[in-house]
């Protein structure tokens, strides 16, 4: 099996924080989770994932949750902030709330649908504030080191993702400090996914070596 090697373990890169800020499921979340009649472990989770990061994809509604409050106060205390989510609903969701909380705050998007990804950041990179919402599976052919705190509002199943998104902050000899705050939905899939990627392995294997 060919083994996942870390930027930081291979070169000199600034000193990083890795924490996580659990959040409490909503009644509404409880809720939305025991009425889905999905019942295949794989779509299941899936659901269930969203539902904990504030979306229902079985009423394509949000759902209360706090997942999105806890965000906000990261973001009002951090002048340079990326933002990453594995679902487009979840994006659409931080988005809209971000901009109604706050309309003067830049705020950029970097998902599949972006063909100039080189302008958008190259925008934000200048500016003293922004925040830059990326989707958890396109993390990789892009830097923006000016940013020093990544939030997971949500984690790709997948371990490389996980390590190209670290990698978006991070400069060989720089002497800033980068932090990575993990957003988890209490008794959640949030909390299986996001403790199975701290422990370098990747979500969707580990549910097929289960089964």
Same mark, same amino acid.
């Given at each position: 099996?060919?083994? +996942? ?6 070169? @000199? ?15 509404? &979340? ?19 994932? &969203? +539902? ?10 949000? %759902?209360?949750g706090n ?13 340079? !902030? ?7 609903? =979840? ?7 971000? /901009? ?6 830049? !705020?950029?998007? +970097?998902?599949? @649908? %972006? *063909?100039? $990804? *080189? ?11 922004? %925040?830059? #919402? *990326?989707?958890? =599976? ?12 990544? !939030? ?11 390590i190209q998104? +670290?990698? /978006? ?5 720089? %002497? ?16 299986? !996914? ?6 370098? $392995? @990747?979500?969707? #294997?580990e549910l097929?070596?289960?089964?």
């Amino acid at each position: 099996m060919a083994s +996942i090697v870390r930027l930081d373990e291979c070169v @000199d890169v600034p000193e990083q924080t890795v924490y996580p800020i659990y959040v409490a499921k909503t009644k509404e &979340q409880a809720t939305a989770e025991l009425a889905l009649e999905e019942f295949l472990p794989l779509p299941r989770l899936t659901q269930e994932h &969203q +539902i904990a990061g504030g979306y229902n994809p079985a009423t394509g509604s949000p %759902v209360a949750g706090n997942k999105i409050p806890a965000l906000l106060e990261l973001i009002n205390s951090n002048e340079r !902030v990326i933002v990453v989510s594995k679902y487009r609903k =979840e994006m659409e969701l931080i988005l809209a709330a971000i /901009r109604s909380q706050d309309k003067t705050i830049p !705020v950029f998007e +970097i998902h599949g @649908d %972006v *063909a100039d $990804r *080189a302008s958008v950041l190259a925008t934000a990179r200048a500016l003293e504030r922004f %925040v830059i #919402v *990326a989707n958890a =599976e396109t993390m990789e052919g892009w830097e923006c080191p000016e940013a020093s705190l990544m !939030v997971f509002y949500s984690y790709s199943w997948k371990l490389v993702s996980y390590i190209q998104a +670290i990698g /978006r902050i991070q400069r060989i000899n720089a %002497v800033k400090k980068n932090v990575y705050v993990s957003l988890v939905c209490e008794g959640s899939v949030d909390e299986h !996914v996001y403790k199975t990627i701290m422990d370098k $392995r @990747d979500f969707q #294997v580990e549910l097929y070596t289960k089964e």
